[in-house]
């Protein structure tokens, strides 16, 4: 397997598509994912071990899975906190919100829901990659990809300012509790309007009104509970013939989907017309002044009894309480926990995490009332995730493929990308090279599902690699090529003007570029967390050498190191 990847390489270092690379990548998976994983269960004094990183590289390697883009200089600080106390000051910090910045960076606009998509994609760039809460950013990010929403088409396509308050709503909400967050996600306009609960109305047979399915079906399929009945370790539980068990059917779906109803815009005093106002949660409408009996409950919301998930729910009831019990039985439900937990885990460390390492992060989710910073905790404290890559029992199916925007955000932070003018880095239109930017995907399933399995010995051995789903021959193509084109040139910041490109900070790699074995070792620690293979470093010491000092002062040595480093199947699988 290691042959295949440094093979590879070898082929690379004289191709200047280099897309054989990212191919190797995905043999790599492809071979690991065909060994069976065991449980390992750790107690005690074997735990502590990883309270604190041992090395700057495994600390790089925690802060890879833990924020945006690790850089070198934030290792000794974490090395001295430890995990814990790193979560805790992470915890602790004010959210960087994309829409303070949008006030900051185009006062012209802000408050007049007229930025565009290009000012949004701005900010994102700017909380995202200058954030000091990173983990916060890292889990917004991981967040965004569980409760989607999306500009590409629909509703939301054309204010720029709409996307970046729902992006706030899940900054805010990354260490929430997750039943607030998921009332918060419910009522926010923008979901509501993507997902068309917005002025969803009661049953009305003779107008031939039925409430909209979609928001009920999407909150419990992907927001909750998922589509099939969990055990806390993440396995299936299954019925007396060994098959899956349902968690819902169509009439929860039916029942469920009448609870939203009546939903208007905060503040409206005309259900057919209102104020736009998205900042604010949506509302239960209410007559004003009441004209009818029904304005005790809502307007057009349906105040019938409901059943739906095993729990029955009497009439009379207003919206806002009907809600809080539907909302409540989906946070508790007890599938909830290994389902988000699951997700989050793929998100941040690994795609196939064993059924212990998912029961472990289960039970401190149920321990804190869902407390999403403690989730965070245990997912990036576990022993799993800090010695996964190592342990025989894990090591061949440990790993993520880094998807395409964390490969860019790491490349920006690592080597503080910013624009010439000290203007910060952003990218307009990351799609047309990467197949993925922030609240662009195409459905509400995102650029790619958690359970997604290449064809072949991934699917074969039961195993998932869900950010292969856009990994093409063209996705390879494009995305070593802008790779290279940044790190060589400096990629384009924005779209305004050909002649603004990137400028990175190499003052780290000043006292290196002079000695290619220096240079590798660094760059190893700094991008790779110090898991360099003998191979590799060989190969790279060598072409580094190969590359004259003279030629840019030394740092045309350091680029090319660097994008050949970006580009291999070991960054772009997280290990």
Sequence with gaps: MKNTIYTVLRHQLTSKLMAAMAIGSLSCLLLAATAQAQDVIFRDSFETRFAFPNSDGEAIRFLTQATMGPRRAEAPPLRTLGYNSWIDQQIALPPTLTWTLMQQGFPGCAGQQNCGRNERMDVWYWAALGGQDQLRQRMAWSLSQIFVTSDFGGPLEIDGDVLTRYNDLLIRGAFKPFRELLQDVTLAPQMAHYLTMFKNQRPDVIQNIRPDENFAREIMQLFSIGLWELNANGSFRLDGGGNRIPTYNQNDIRNLARVFTGWNWAGSTQWDWGPQDWTRPIEIYRDSPANSPDDAFGSFHDFQPKTYLGLSVPGN?????????????????????????????????????????????????NASGGNLGEVARAILTDVEARNGHLDPATRNIFGRLREPMLRETALMRGFRGRAPGNRPFSDWNPESDYFQAPFRSPTVFYFYRPDYSPPGPVASANYFAPEFQITTESWIASTTSRIHSQAHGGGRVGNSNPTDYVVYDFNEEAAFRNDPTALVEHLNVKLLGGQMSDAMRALLVAHAGNVPSNIDDGYRRVRSTMALILSSTDFAIQR
């Design 317 to 365: 009831l207003t919206g806002e309480e009907d809600l809080r019990r539907a909302l409540d039985r989906l946070a508790s439900h007890p599938n909830t926990a290994p389902f988000i937990s699951r997700q989050l885990i793929q998100r941040m460390v690994t795609s196939n995490p064993t059924p212990g390492y998912i029961s472990r992060v289960v039970e401190r989710w």
